[in-house]
């Protein structure tokens, strides 16, 4: 199962926030690509970045940062996401050096758009759903839409793109352990790789995301576990590289 840092850019900083709100953020380095460079040291083989900057304006804000991390690392697999929402930022980012895209909002308020790109950039289109109780929220999470998580991965899957990111949108930031049962009611409903994300706070918790692996979750993103100093994450890949082997 592949491991994935999270890596979320406010004001130029890196900074976790807590279920999402940008105003309860807190600031982890002032300096994201030496950030980067810690994750990749620790032997990370993709970092997940977010730009919170530019999903609240709708346009990429931190790219220069992103395209530093890329450029230090060329053959480091990088997903982004954050205000993606037309193809020009799509080409922006690939031509910086990023492997994937993340279509969130967008993806559930224009679902052809995604149809497009997918068909447009095939293997470097992800689709990220942030659900509460089944519901697909958008907006920053200040909104729960009226889709359910399942029907919408389900007709991404058929546009083609290359994974879905999930996040239990109750759990991110909170370090109060991932939910599994979710994620893996998910994962069988789909063919295309799960990336879990949000809450993952123990070694129990990749043990139990290890153990689903073969239904379908192939990676899970880490956060404020992290930072906080709560997961070792070379010894968390170490864990679970024990258990896919």
């Not at 900083?13 to 279920?19: A, E, G, W």
């Not at 991390?69 to 037309?86: H, K, N, S, W």
């Not at 043990?207 to 997961?231: D, F, K, N, P, Q």
Request: charge should be negative.
């Amino acid at each position: 199962m592949l491991l994935i840092p999270a890596i979320d850019i406010k004001n130029g900083q890196c900074v976790r926030l807590r279920q999402g709100r940008m105003e309860d953020d807190t600031v982890f380095s002032d300096d994201p690509v030496a950030m980067a460079a810690r994750w990749v040291e620790a032997g990370a083989r993709r970092l997940h970045i977010v730009d919170l900057d530019g999903a609240v304006a709708g346009r990429p804000v931190n790219i220069g940062i992103v395209r530093s991390i890329a450029t230090r690392f060329p053959e480091l697999p990088i997903q982004v996401g954050g205000g993606i929402r037309d193809e020009e930022t799509i080409e922006l980012y690939l031509d910086a050096g990023v492997s994937y895209v993340i279509i969130g909002t967008t993806a559930v308020t224009e679902p052809h758009f995604v149809a497009d790109v997918a068909l447009a950039y095939p293997g470097h289109v992800i689709v990220g759903l942030d659900a509460k109780d089944g519901k697909v929220a958008i907006d920053g999470w200040s909104k729960l839409s009226h889709h359910d998580v399942i029907d919408l991965a389900q007709h991404f899957e058929r546009d083609g793109v290359a994974a879905i990111v999930y996040t239990d949108i109750s759990r991110d930031g909170m370090m109060s352990g991932v939910n599994v049962e979710a994620t893996v009611d998910l994962a069988r409903a789909v063919t295309i790789p799960v990336i879990a994300s949000g809450g993952i706070a123990s070694l129990d918790d990749l043990r139990a995301l290890a153990a689903c692996e073969s239904e379908g979750v192939t990676g899970a993103i880490l956060g404020r576990a992290l930072y906080e100093g709560a997961l070792d994450f070379a010894e968390c890949q170490q864990l679970v590289d024990s258990l896919s082997s």
